[in-house]
């Protein structure tokens, strides 16, 4: 069983200290980042239309990367992989695509007002619901960052615990 | 003695590994500092240049910003020169540019051809005063509402002539381009404006801008307060246009769905026809802003008056489309109508 550091700090270095998981940010920080460029150019006629700084895009896709990779390394290491990890790594999946979706041109959002007509609402309130999104774009998308740095805080934070957990089962406490 | 270095041995490899460790975490962790820094930094950057105020109707903005937060010369009235560069232009700008569409070489987003899916609809059309009609449903605040209106213009310039047209721009929070004003807009104001200086023997242009303060985002009023603006106002051609785009919304197909949205006499266009903002090797600005963001209306008019490069052709050619769908809608009565280029672009519209 791979050693863990005590602390956050060493939970993230033990990880990261293997390339494999180097590699898997990486690879899935890249998908995630084509996945978002996929959906703004389909909201723009084929122009990555973004208004707003592209670092906050990396930024997005960055934690995403780590956060997914966190996830299959708690899968990976935990017994109780159900509770531990899953969650992270479907948002690591979720949050590039919905920033994505948000971060288009705020004038149409077409992908999202699609999908709002789909579910019934009639067009002059989807595009009330687009156009209050697009206002806050932004916003959403520092949300976004937010919660991927938490989720990551969080995962780390639950690894020793779950380490000494089954310690503490092996030794019949 | 021996047994003592082999009981050192791993005990140093672990200590090693510690202190690698601890150089990895430090340098962690700094990064990681080092992003949250970066993030609160952009946070109180942006909050600080996004305007405070989106409600002060009675607020002068000086436009003194650069790209991204200028407003120079909005609302001046185009000279004769400029005005005739949209009034005159050449049919044959018009021809070349759909040459390149239909062979393909226009590199700028226009619908339908090749790769970008079509967003016009067969709708009945507009019809008043016994005339077909051109509709328009936009905002001064919206980025691609202002990177159409050029295109519009020259379509429209086809078969009627603007006696005026204005500078204007899109809003700060979306790419502040610039771009024509149908009328001079109240531009710190929450409020729809009906008015245009355009006049043909051959179509109705009914233009329903709706306007927020232009410092602010994107922003659309919504539909009971356009409705009630558009009551104000009083004039029946405007509400029952408004009218038949609230009847094309109970399909999905046309329903609106975003701005711009047109209405081309028997075409419905979903958004802009293209998306020109710039030449394709022009990347937008590290803060996201499309590269005609950086461009004056001179400059604009300047590629119009003589399109060498992709961003002129691409107007031209978005003009096309649009004098198509009006030249199929009309039974080809105008002149620009027999342009080749035209008739071809035409054969591809449904």
Same mark, same amino acid.
């Given at each position: 069983?791979?050693?863990?550091? $005590?602390?956050?700090? *060493?939970v993230f270095?033990a990880i990261f200290s293997r390339?494999?998981y180097?590699?898997?940010?990486?690879?899935?920080? /890249?998908?995630?980042?084509?996945?978002?460029?996929?959906?703004?150019?389909?909201?723009?006629? *084929?122009?990555?239309?973004?208004?707003?700084?592209?670092? #906050?895009?990396?930024?997005?896709?960055?934690?995403?990367?780590?956060?997914?990779s966190i996830?299959?390394f708690?899968?990976?290491?935990?017994?109780?992989?159900?509770?531990?990890?899953?969650?992270?790594?479907?948002?690591?999946?979720?949050?590039?695509?919905?920033?994505?979706?948000?971060?288009?041109?705020?004038?149409?959002?077409?992908?999202?007002?699609? &999908?709002?007509?789909? /579910?019934?609402?009639?067009?002059?309130?989807?595009?009330?619901?687009?156009?209050?999104?697009?206002?806050?774009?932004?916003? @959403?998308? #520092?949300?976004?960052?937010?919660?991927?740095?938490?989720?990551?805080?969080?995962?780390?934070?639950?690894?020793?615990?779950?380490?000494?957990?089954?310690?503490?089962?092996?030794?019949?406490? | 003695?021996?047994?003592?270095?082999?009981?050192?041995?791993?005990?140093?490899?672990?200590?090693?590994?510690?202190?690698?460790?601890?150089?990895?975490?430090?340098?962690?962790?700094?990064?990681? &500092?080092?992003?949250?820094?970066?993030?609160?930094? +952009?946070?109180?950057?942006?909050?600080?240049?996004?305007?405070?105020?989106?409600?002060?109707?009675?607020? +002068?903005?000086?436009?003194?910003?650069?790209?991204?937060?200028?407003?120079?010369?909005?609302?001046?009235?185009?000279?004769?020169?400029?005005?005739?560069? &949209?009034?005159?232009?050449?049919?044959?700008?018009?021809?070349?540019?759909?040459?390149?569409?239909?062979?393909?070489?226009? !590199?700028?987003?226009?619908?339908?051809?090749?790769?970008?899916?079509?967003?016009?609809?067969?709708?009945?059309? =507009?019809?008043?005063?016994?005339?077909?009609?051109?509709?328009?449903?936009?905002?001064?605040?919206?980025?691609?509402?202002?990177?159409?209106?050029?295109?519009?213009?020259?379509?429209?310039?086809?078969?009627?002539?603007?006696?005026?047209?204005?500078?204007?721009?899109?809003?700060?929070?979306?790419?502040?381009?610039?771009?024509?004003?149908?009328?001079?807009?109240?531009?710190?104001?929450?409020?729809?404006?009906?008015?245009?200086?355009?006049?043909?023997?051959?179509?109705? =242009?009914?233009?329903?801008?709706?306007?927020?303060?232009?410092?602010?985002?994107?922003?659309?009023?919504?539909?009971? +307060?356009? /409705?009630?603006?558009?009551?104000? &106002?009083?004039?029946?051609?405007?509400?029952?246009?408004?009218?038949?785009?609230?009847?094309?919304?109970?399909?999905? $197909?046309?329903?609106?769905? *975003?701005?711009?949205?047109? @209405?081309?006499?028997?075409?419905?266009?979903?958004?802009?026809?293209?998306?020109?903002?710039?030449?394709?090797?022009?990347?937008?600005?590290?803060?996201?802003?499309?590269?005609?963001?950086?461009?004056?209306?001179?400059?604009?008019?300047?590629?119009?008056?003589?399109?060498?490069?992709?961003?002129?052709? +691409?107007?031209?050619?978005?003009?096309?489309?649009?004098?198509?769908?009006?030249?199929?809608?009309?039974?080809?009565?105008?002149?620009?109508? $027999?342009?080749?280029?035209? !008739?071809?672009?035409?054969?591809?519209?449904?």
């Open positions: 069983m791979r050693q863990l550091g $005590t602390g956050r700090i *060493g270095a390339k494999a180097i590699a898997i940010a990486a690879a899935s920080a /890249l998908v995630f980042y084509y996945v978002f460029y996929y959906l703004v150019v389909s909201d723009n006629y *084929g122009v990555f239309l973004v208004l707003m700084p592209i670092y #906050l895009i990396y930024l997005l896709v960055a934690t995403s990367g780590i956060l997914f996830s299959v708690t899968v990976a290491y935990s017994a109780a992989s159900r509770r531990l990890g899953v969650e992270g790594g479907i948002m690591g999946v979720l949050l590039p695509s919905m920033g994505g979706i948000v971060a288009g041109c705020a004038c149409a959002l077409p992908l999202l007002t699609s &999908i709002l007509l789909f /579910l019934g609402i009639n067009a002059f309130e989807a595009l009330g619901i687009v156009t209050a999104i697009g206002i806050y774009q932004l916003w @959403i998308v #520092l949300a976004m960052i937010a919660i991927n740095t938490g989720m990551i805080y969080y995962y780390l934070g639950r690894l020793p615990a779950s380490r000494k957990k089954r310690q503490r089962r092996a030794a019949g406490l | 003695m021996p047994r003592q270095q082999q009981a050192r041995s791993p005990v140093a490899k672990y200590e090693s590994t510690v202190r690698k460790l601890k150089i990895v975490s430090t340098a962690a962790l700094i990064l990681g &500092i080092v992003a949250i820094f970066a993030s609160l930094a +952009t946070v109180i950057l942006l909050a600080s240049e996004l305007p405070t105020s989106t409600n002060s109707p009675t607020t +002068t903005v000086a436009g003194t910003g650069g790209p991204g937060s200028t407003l120079a010369g909005i609302n001046q009235p185009l000279n004769s020169t400029s005005l005739s560069v &949209i009034n005159n232009a050449p049919n044959a700008y018009f021809e070349t540019a759909g040459e390149m569409y239909l062979n393909d070489t226009i !590199q700028n987003p226009i619908f339908g051809y090749p790769s970008f899916g079509s967003n016009a609809h067969t709708v009945n059309g =507009f019809v008043a005063n016994n005339k077909t009609s051109v509709v328009y449903l936009g905002s001064i605040t919206c980025i691609y509402c202002g990177e159409n209106r050029w295109a519009m213009a020259l379509a429209l310039s086809r078969f009627g002539t603007f006696s005026q047209l204005f500078t204007g721009y899109s809003s700060f929070g979306d790419g502040d381009v610039p771009t024509l004003y149908w009328a001079a807009e109240p531009y710190n104001s929450s409020t729809d404006d009906v008015h245009n200086y355009y006049t043909s023997n051959y179509i109705n =242009f009914v233009s329903i801008e709706d306007i927020n303060p232009i410092t602010g985002g994107f922003k659309l009023n919504p539909l009971q +307060t356009i /409705l009630s603006n558009l009551v104000s &106002i009083g004039n029946k051609t405007d509400l029952s246009a408004f009218n038949y785009i609230l009847n094309l919304s109970s399909n999905t $197909t046309t329903a609106f769905a *975003g701005t711009p949205y047109t @209405i081309w006499g028997r075409y419905q266009f979903n958004g802009a026809d293209a998306a020109d903002f710039g030449n394709p090797n022009q990347s937008a600005t590290a803060t996201g802003l499309p590269y005609l963001s950086l461009m004056t209306h001179g400059q604009v008019l300047g590629e119009l008056a003589r399109p060498n490069d992709q961003f002129g052709w +691409t107007e031209y050619a978005a003009a096309d489309v649009y004098t198509a769908a009006l030249c199929k809608s009309l039974n080809n009565t105008a002149s620009v109508c $027999t342009l080749p280029a035209i !008739q071809g672009i035409e054969a591809k519209l449904t």
